[in-house]
């Protein structure tokens, strides 16, 4: 059992240049997120899913965008890097509403633009 | 203001004492709460979930005062294994989950 996977780990992207961000699960869970860590900071919510088919703005979502054609996986797009956009991403997913259940995350992809 | 906000720290505790962490969130239709756990750029970590009630898990108390709209978490005998940062997290409504920046903790020998 996986749990959340994300492909790549790192990327080097020059400015302009666009790119795709997977996450995958296999716990067929409905709710998934994408978000950036910047260095001394907390995670903020790009965007996030609460079903295949849908998807809604986080708190950063400018310059990035989401698809979720499959329950398992979650893709976030970025069409035209800006060195902004260097962070370490991380995506996670939750079965269900509510306190008991918990957020599992990937190991996170370290993307850097230049 | 921020949705959730932290003490970022650090908080600098010798081993052995209680610390103590505090986190508020702005909106009041939020409806689960939670602590996570961080280490140096790994992923965060599930620590608790936040009940109403107050809730224990060894050596950790989280606290959830909804009239205030605030969090607590306090860790009693503190180890060093506790250092690290710990991320307060709201869910609110619309299933959007929102963490603050976290509160650095050393645990000093």
């Known amino acids: 059992n996986a749990g959340v996977t994300q492909t790549p780990k790192f990327r080097v992207l020059k400015t302009g240049q666009s790119m795709t961000l997977l996450c995958a699960q296999d716990?067929?869970?409905?709710?998934m997120y994408w978000y950036r860590q910047d260095p001394g900071m907390g995670l903020r919510l790009i965007h996030y899913?609460?079903?295949?088919?849908?998807?809604a703005k986080g708190e950063v979502p400018d310059g990035y965008n989401v698809s979720r054609l499959k329950k398992q996986n979650f893709l976030l797009g970025l069409e035209s890097a800006a060195p902004s956009q260097t962070s370490v991403y991380f995506c996670?997913?939750?079965?269900?509403?509510?306190?008991?259940?918990?957020?599992?995350f990937g190991p996170g992809t370290r993307l850097t633009v230049t | 203001r921020k949705e959730v906000e932290q003490d970022p720290g650090p908080f600098n505790v010798p081993e052995g004492a209680t610390v103590a962490f505090n986190c508020t969130y702005s909106?009041?239709?939020?409806?689960?709460f939670f602590w996570y756990r961080q280490d140096c750029r790994k992923e965060p970590k599930l620590l608790m979930s936040?009940?109403?009630s107050g809730n224990e898990d060894g050596r950790f108390t989280a606290q959830l005062n909804r009239a205030s709209q605030y969090i607590s978490l306090l860790i009693r005998d503190s180890k060093l294994s506790d250092s690290a940062t710990y991320l307060c997290?709201?869910?609110?409504?619309?299933?959007?989950?929102?963490f603050g920046k976290g509160t650095r903790l050393h645990i000093l020998p």
């Open positions: 996670a997913s939750v079965g269900a509403s509510g306190s008991l259940y918990e957020q599992y």
């Open positions: 716990m067929n869970h409905e709710y």
């Open positions: 899913s609460v079903g295949e088919g849908t998807t």
């Open positions: 909106n009041s239709a939020s409806q689960s």
């Open positions: 936040v009940y109403s």
């Open positions: 997290v709201v869910r609110a409504q619309d299933d959007k989950i929102i």
